[in-house]
C-alpha cells in the first residue's frame, strides 16, 4: 500500500480514538512519508485510562496482538498498528524515536553518547550530570546540536 492510503487510514484512525487521548500524533514511516510503509505508528498521552477503555470495549473490532497499557499492536482495515501510550512528560522523546527511522536514531544516540550522554526512560542525562525531559523534537535536535531535520530527511 502506498503512503498516501497508509497516512489516510492513519488519520481516520487518529480521529476516531482522539476524543480519548490529551494528545495524539502520526509517526513512524508515515511521518516520514515512506513510499510503502510497513505499518502505521501513533505516539498519544492517553486521558486517565480512558483509551485503554475504549480498547477492550472495543476488541471486537481489531485482531490484537500486544494489548498493554503502554503499547498497543493490533491489525484493522487492511494494516498493522503500533500505538504507543506515553506520559506527557516523555512524549517528545517518544515521538523522536518512534518517528525514526531507526539508523537516524541509532546516530542521535551515539552522538550523544560521545557527548557523555546517556538517555534512559525518556530523560536525557547531560555530560554535566543535568536532566533533561526534552519538551519538543526542536529542542532535542537543539540538545543534539544538529539543525532541525524534517521528517522525511531522517534516513
Not at 505499518?39 to 498519544?44: M, R
Not at 485510562?49 to 498493554?68: A, M, Q, S, V, Y
Request: positive net charge; glycine residues 6%.
Amino acid at each position: 500500500m502506498e503512503n498516501k492510503t497508509y497516512f489516510q487510514k492513519a488519520q481516520f484512525f487518529a480521529r476516531w480514538i482522539y476524543p480519548f487521548c490529551k494528545r495524539l500524533e502520526i509517526a513512524g514511516s508515515v511521518r516520514r512519508q515512506i513510499e510503502k510503509p510497513k505499518d502505521i505508528e501513533l505516539v498519544a498521552v492517553s486521558q486517565g485510562l480512558k483509551l485503554h477503555k475504549w480498547f477492550i470495549d472495543n476488541k471486537h473490532l481489531f485482531k490484537i496482538e500486544k494489548n498493554g497499557n503502554k503499547y498497543k499492536r493490533f491489525y484493522y482495515d487492511g494494516a498493522d498498528y503500533d500505538l504507543f501510550i506515553v506520559q506527557p512528560e516523555d512524549f517528545a522523546t517518544q515521538y523522536f524515536i518512534r518517528t525514526g527511522s531507526k539508523e537516524f536514531v541509532t546516530k542521535c544516540m551515539t552522538q550523544w553518547k560521545q557527548k557523555g550522554g546517556s538517555v534512559k526512560n525518556c530523560v536525557w542525562h547531560c555530560a554535566n550530570g543535568d536532566e533533561k525531559r526534552p519538551e519538543s523534537e526542536h529542542e532535542i535536535f537543539e540538545m543534539l546540536d544538529i539543525p532541525y531535520l524534517a521528517p522525511r530527511d531522517r534516513t
